[in-house]
């Protein structure tokens, strides 16, 4: 089994999480909403896995390259 990282894409703020850890999620299953310029831009699961670890918070301000979820696939 692999680990991912999975990280921000740019700037923004995290809004809303559509898994936790221990989640099953599939590939391009949403994972979560983040917020940049008043629009919403969902984070997608990269591959079919386990979310080990969720290394941010709602309301988080993040940056581009930070990390959001740990991918157990």
Known sequence: MAEQIVTAPM???V???HAEKGSKVKER??????EAMKMEIP???PATGT????LA???QE???????FSLES
């Open 29 to 34: 299953d949403p994972i979560c909403d983040l």
């Open 51 to 54: 979310i080990k670890a969720v």
């Open 11 to 13: 700037k923004a703020r």
């Open 57 to 59: 918070s709602a309301g």
């Open 15 to 17: 809004i809303k999480f």
């Open 43 to 45: 984070i997608l699961a």
């Open 62 to 68: 993040v940056q581009a390259g930070d990390p959001l």
